[in-house]
């Protein structure tokens, strides 16, 4: 098989979609993001699937990456990384409620949460989204395609506008990534990681 025009058409798609993305959202996230780690606010994080693993990577990105050259650290949480718990509220619970439970009674004055969600709609992303909003807490909400309900009620939106999860999710990791390296510079007085 000869796949050279498809891997080239997909390319030319994620270069379009960055294209388009949203400086000024971008702008707005890492001043939050910053603000909430000076104030030692807890930044929660969460998604399902694909999103699970990304909320993951950011978490490790902030915990670690970031963390391990500044001194007053990022306080990231992810939601989705304890299989017990996730379990136990699922089955006895049901699983729209695995987020919205954790974040209950939690929630403190200056914590932000980061829902990744590439429909914007599952249910369990905006129950927490909800939650978190009516205690008066502000959302980051990282989206593709049309971006669903979730874009409509977060405060800051990181939008992917592409039909297609693989893109969506190509450039969810982009956002980490280039936040990350805005925090090398800015906080760490790093152009990069030095391995």
Known sequence: MDYKADIREYIALEQQI????DVNAINECLNLLNETRLKKGHIYICGN??????????????NKGISEYIDQPFRFHCLN??????MAIANDIGYEEV????????LEQSDILIAISGSGNSKNILNAVEYTKLQ?????????????????LCDISLHAPVMSMQVTEDVHMIFDHLMMSMFYRYLCG????EL
């Open 81 to 86: 990384d304890n299989v017990a718990t996730l």
């Open 18 to 21: 960055l294209g388009q993305l």
């Open 49 to 62: 699937g694909g999103s699970a693993a990304t909320a993951s990577h950011y978490q490790n990105d902030f």
């Open 136 to 152: 008066g807490n502000k959302v980051i909400g990282i989206t593709g395609y049309d971006g669903g309900k979730l874009k409509e």
């Open 190 to 193: 790093k152009e990069h990681l």
């Open 99 to 106: 987020f919205r439970f954790q974040l209950r009674g939690n």
